[in-house]
């Protein structure tokens, strides 16, 4: 069964990048049918999605979010990895690591990381 | 993007009793030239827990989902019931849509007991 694990900075200050990577474990990653996404929890917005990537590397992200995203894919570590530029406090949320199928429902998530912006 | 909407915000159920969420659309996440597929998804999560897939096509079940959770509806208007409410179904139910992108998720609805 596959699991997804994030990892990376709890806090991030204003105008800065915050950087996350999420490692998968027990599945399938390279040339599989999957995607790997990125969602992002706060009480202010609900659940969003961010972006996602394919294991050859191919990134799609939310218009609303596109001009600051960038998704990556380590297929050899098998890890895909989210850089948000420009934060700001809206940008505070428990953020997920998700997988899906070219159908995006999210069949399996990480435990998330909580990502607060302040200075 | 597609707005959805849940109803009701919260509910109470006793245990055993039957517990009904609903999820409208702001557009139709039918796809008739696919298999007349809905394009809905529910999710449960407990405090502290991530999300958890119930639900995708709008009613076929995930693989280890209880038989008590059953999603219906179609084009707009979406439920998802449990028949027997167990005490480990109290959490916040999320519908979401991926008939386009970005896919969105709707506000939740949160169950007690």
């Known amino acids: 069964q596959v699991q997804l694990q994030e990892s990376g900075p709890g806090l991030v200050k204003p105008s800065q990048t915050l950087s996350l990577t999420c490692n998968v474990s027990?599945?399938?990653?390279?040339?599989?049918?999957?995607?790997w996404s990125w969602l992002r929890q706060s009480a202010g917005k609900g659940l969003e999605w961010i972006g996602r990537v394919s294991s050859s590397g191919n990134g799609y992200y939310n218009p609303s979010l596109k001009s600051r995203v960038t998704i990556s894919v380590d297929a050899v570590k098998t890890q895909f990895s989210l850089k948000l530029t420009s934060v700001t406090a809206a940008d505070s949320a428990v953020y997920y690591c998700t997988r899906h199928s070219g159908s995006y429902y999210f069949d399996s998530w990480g435990q998330g990381t909580l990502v607060t912006v302040t200075s | 993007d597609i707005v959805l909407t849940q109803s009701p915000d919260s509910l109470a159920v006793s245990l055993g009793e039957r517990a009904t969420i609903n999820c409208k659309s702001s557009?139709?996440?039918?796809?008739?030239?696919?298999?007349?597929?809905?394009?809905l998804a529910w999710y449960h999560q407990r405090p502290g827990h991530p999300p958890r897939l119930l639900v995708y096509w709008a009613s076929t079940r995930e693989s280890g989902v209880p038989d008590r959770f059953n999603g219906s509806g179609s084009g707009t208007d979406f439920s998802l019931t449990i028949s027997s409410l167990q005490a480990e179904d109290v959490g916040l139910y999320f519908c979401q849509q991926y008939f386009s992108i970005p896919v969105t998720f709707g506000p939740g609805t949160t169950v007690d007991i």
């Open positions: 027990g599945g399938s990653f390279s040339g599989s049918i999957y995607y």
């Open positions: 557009q139709t996440v039918l796809y008739s030239s696919n298999n007349n597929k809905n394009y």
